[in-house]
């Protein structure tokens, strides 16, 4: 019985990866910021991560999006739609990355908790702006959220997470 569970449960999971990654468009949102960022002569692509590849990278969450950003054939950056765990509640939100891997931008796109609405604020995400890896700290290089400081230290951790997978995926060649 335990062995069907098991199988149950590993068929459920496999079947959301490929749901999430299957099903990754753009939020309207997305759109406009990358617009703002790059201009609107832009396109882009979701990369699809073949199965193997999603499930050897611990850090690439379930249901996390990567979008190839371009104009005329030209890698201009990457967007990572994902989401993050507050204290009760998970919130959406997405990262632009300039094709060197540095942020330009971040934004909460769904935010579903009553509390700590800060982390939404553009001030406050565009302190993440220009980081490019090493460490980040909440209250030394990112000021904390006043009654949001459990949400706002998930975000500063999960933009971590969301750099490194993107910099091992693209020292790989996994996509360009």
């Known amino acids: ?68 950003v371009k104009r005329e054939g030209k890698v201009l950056g990457y967007l990572l739609s994902t989401s993050a765990k507050g204290r009760f509640d998970v919130f959406d939100y997405s990262v632009i990355f300039s094709d060197d891997l540095s942020v330009l931008g971040v934004m909460v796109t769904t935010y579903r908790s009553t509390h700590g609405f800060g982390i939404c604020q553009k001030r406050w995400l565009n302190q993440f702006k220009g980081y490019s890896g090493g460490e980040l700290e909440l209250g030394r290089d990112i000021d904390a959220v006043t009654e949001a400081t459990f949400l706002a230290s998930s975000m500063v951790k999960d933009i971590q997470r969301c750099l490194q997978r993107l910099t091992t995926l693209k020292e790989e060649k996994h996509f360009k």
């Open 1 to 68: 019985m335990s062995m069907i569970f098991l199988i149950l449960v590993l068929f459920v999971n496999h079947a959301q990866v490929n749901f999430a990654r299957e099903s990754c468009s753009l939020k309207k949102k997305e759109k406009k910021e990358i617009i703002r960022i790059f201009g609107d002569d832009t396109s882009t692509e979701a990369i699809q991560i073949p199965d193997d590849l999603a499930s050897s990278l611990e850090s690439l969450g379930n249901g996390d999006c990567i979008h190839r």
